[in-house]
């Protein structure tokens, strides 16, 4: 066995050190916590490892990597996720040093640690897949949105189609803050309100003209039936309009000072 020269010595440190800069790489999910939106991931590259007792070094996968933030396009207050399941594959991204402290309290952290590009150190973005698995039924010129029988698709002319093979069902939450609804819309439900009262009254005075001249006043049930609507509206103003807990009423967001 040669002595290795002193640049070939170096080389190989460098070489070493560079193997250990994790920058990208596929992988996929071995389990998910949608709660907290953190997977245990396969990396997808293998090593090569060397054995005293293989004359080549032999391809091992890495370990798992556990807790890893998995990333969907999110905003505070809004979000798009997606469902994620066991089998599925991602891009891993390894960050240039430890995200320790960034996951736990985010803001500006002192990382505090010495490793670079480290393998525990990465986030993981859903859709990677290989060219075997590419997604089927896509329409090129639209926006789609699939999630196994439902669609909805945005075409380039302006329409918008909801496909689905199973039941189309609507959920009304309350929300958690208050809506910016502002003044303009208690302006057009007050204006909403009167127009519905005059026209209750009108019916109320006169709706035609009988036999002999005489005004002929509209059903007695049409009146209700007006009133009723009247009423309602007036509730949901109450209870959403005009309560400070539902409805912010500052209109800056429409140009207003």
Known sequence: MTTPSFSQVILDAI???IDGIHTAMP??????NE???KADIQPCFMEKVEDELLPVP???PLPVIQAVPVIFPRTKLSFIHMPVDVGDYVLLLFNEKSIDSFSQIGGLVDPDDMRKHD???AVALPGFYPFLMPIVGIDKKALQITNSLSQIKLSPDGKIYFSTRGSVATETIAPEEPLVLGKILIEFSNKLIDSLNNI??????NIGVGNFGAPVPASPSL????KKIQAELKKDKTTYLDNPATNITSNHFYGEK
């Open 15 to 17: 070489e070493k050190r």
């Open 223 to 226: 009146i209700a039936e007006l």
């Open 58 to 60: 032999i391809p091992m």
């Open 119 to 121: 393998l525990t150190d």
């Open 35 to 37: 709660k907290l939106q």
């Open 27 to 32: 992988g996929i999910i071995k389990s998910y």
């Open 200 to 205: 209750t009254e009108s019916l109320q005075k």
